[in-house]
């Protein structure tokens, strides 16, 4: 496994601005997570896919946020107009829902500082 | 609804003393999975351990052991004779079934292991 890689690491941006992440998962993983985390909290769930289907989408994620994951490989997220309150870390996870509950496994995260 | 607290914000201990993390869930599922994810500084969390509800044995990998109890909706973690490199902060996570088994986390425990 090469892991879950997310690009950009970091992002700062301008209040207004759209932003769009990028997030590769494990190979032959068909389940795609991204979560935000703010300091001091846990991961909180924005929304997930199987293959390509987007399952769910948290009752927290605004029209500005749009998910996609195009032939059930790499995702991207992309958050239209932002506000200082986006900023976070966006991570992403991967698993392999052969068995349900399969562990997850996370990037790095993108790190984003919305001024 | 599904719900983990996290009661301990931050726990700091003596490098070989004994530490017990807590974790309390709520869910009405009967199928459900509980989780708990390390975050060591350098920031991707990584998977320790995962139990379904189904099974209550009480599980021991070297200093680590993770004690269940439905009677309590309790799934603590005992570290034993901790080392500075077990600083982090430790996630514990449920997925419960009628909600597509996606994980939710709780807040985090800061563990701080001082020389």
């Known amino acids: 496994d090469t892991g879950v890689s997310q690009d950009p690491r970091h992002k700062i941006t301008k209040r207004g601005q759209n932003v769009t992440f990028r997030c590769d998962p494990i190979s032959e993983h068909n389940r795609l997570y991204w979560y935000r985390q703010t300091l001091g909290q846990g991961p909180e769930f924005l929304t997930y896919f199987q293959n390509e289907a987007q399952l769910e989408k948290s009752r927290l994620l605004s029209d500005r946020f749009s998910a996609e994951r195009p032939k059930g490989s790499f995702s991207t997220l992309e958050i239209q107009r932002t506000e200082q309150g986006d900023s976070a870390m966006y991570l992403c996870?991967?698993?392999?829902?052969?068995?349900?509950?399969?562990?997850?496994?996370f990037g790095s995260g993108t790190q984003l500082s919305v001024l | 609804a599904q719900k983990v607290t996290q009661a301990q914000t931050e726990i700091s201990v003596v490098e070989k003393e004994d530490v017990t993390l807590d974790c309390v869930y709520e869910?009405?599922?009967?199928?459900?999975?509980l989780f708990w994810y390390k975050q060591p500084p350098s920031g991707e969390l990584v998977f320790l351990i995962r139990?379904?509800?189904?099974?209550?044995q009480n599980e021991i990998s070297g200093r680590y052991s993770w004690n269940f109890q439905k009677s309590t909706s309790s799934f603590n973690f005992t570290i034993t004779a901790s080392q500075v490199v077990d600083s982090a902060v430790y996630f514990c996570a449920l997925s419960v079934h009628t909600g597509g088994f996606k994980t939710i986390f709780g807040a985090g425990t800061r563990l701080f292991v001082k020389a």
């Open positions: 996870a991967s698993s392999r829902r052969t068995v349900e509950n399969e562990k997850l496994f």
């Open positions: 869910t009405r599922d009967t199928t459900y999975y």
């Open positions: 139990r379904n509800s189904f099974d209550e």
